[in-house]
């Protein structure tokens, strides 16, 4: 993905690729719509995880996230357009609709820094115009229009989306470092997969050194440790009843090498899965 310029307060882009991007480590400067044309993105922020398919665009607040994307089919393409604007025009935004959007002085939510939302015929419509937008050969849109479109999009969401509109109003801000590393160790024990001390570090905007003093402030532990023995009992309360297959609890802890799973299994209980299995 080509990153905004750094002097662009509103940039329009498409991308695509053939190629699949397995985890990799964004920082956005600026929040971002992805309107996804083809193929599925995956988006992992310090509390939370989504994914995402052409049926559906999402509103990233700046800040760090690990992303995946990769085409639908074997072969195919990730086509997607990309809207990256400043908080500030945002913040505009409600300012100069407050008349009608109504203030608010509640604390920021603490919910994701994302907004998910199903396409429907408007959107669908919206996206469409989008893409006639951006030049086949390149090039630039033309600030103004841009400006217009994106005041079209928010005004639709606040008027017919009122639901998303607090998510909005305080998409992007952080909580405190307590409050990320909770939320993303929680992530870890309900999601797909082990992620690394150092993509925690990240998500959390941290430096590794600083996370794992955090963490071991707040667990008593080492995180690599810790979150080693969650899942594990986690995998220990799958493999009931005893003739579940070992492969499918292994796949559904994110683990792609069944032997790394059988070891770490030992590691905390003291013996393999089936061995756990057939004892119990």
Avoid at 121 to 141: K, N
């Amino acid at each position: 993905m080509a990153p905004a310029r750094s002097e662009a307060t509103l940039t329009l882009l498409r991308y695509c690729t053939a190629t699949p991007v397995a985890r990799a480590r964004i920082q956005l400067p600026q929040h971002m719509f992805t309107f996804l044309l083809e193929g599925e993105k995956v988006v992992q922020f310090a509390g939370a995880r989504v994914t995402v398919h052409p049926s559906q665009l999402v509103l990233l607040g700046a800040g760090n996230c690990l992303m995946s994307e990769k085409a639908a089919t074997p072969g195919g393409s990730y086509h997607s357009l990309l809207l990256l604007f400043d908080p500030a025009l945002l913040r505009d935004f409600f300012s100069r609709h407050a008349a009608w959007l109504g203030r608010t002085d509640a604390a920021p939510s603490a919910g994701p820094p994302l907004l998910l939302l199903e396409a429907d015929e408007f959107l669908r419509a919206y996206v469409r115009t989008l893409d006639c937008l951006l030049p086949p050969a390149g090039g630039t849109v033309p600030y103004p229009l841009l400006q217009a479109k994106l005041e079209e999009l928010l005004v639709y969401l606040a008027l017919y989306q009122p639901g998303q509109l607090a998510a909005l109003r305080h998409l992007g801000q952080m909580g405190s470092e307590e409050l990320r590393v909770r939320e993303a160790v929680t992530a870890q024990l309900v999601g797909p997969g082990p992620v690394s001390v150092a993509e925690l570090a990240f998500l959390c905007h941290m430096s590794a050194s600083t996370f794992k003093r955090r963490f071991a402030q707040l667990y008593g532990s080492s995180p690599g440790r810790w979150l080693l023995h969650r899942r594990m009992e986690q995998a220990a309360r799958q493999l009931r009843p005893a003739g579940r297959p070992v492969g499918e609890v292994a796949a559904e802890l994110g683990y792609e090498d069944l032997s790394s799973f059988i070891q770490a299994f030992k590691q905390v209980h003291g013996r393999t899965p089936k061995q756990y299995q057939l004892a119990g």
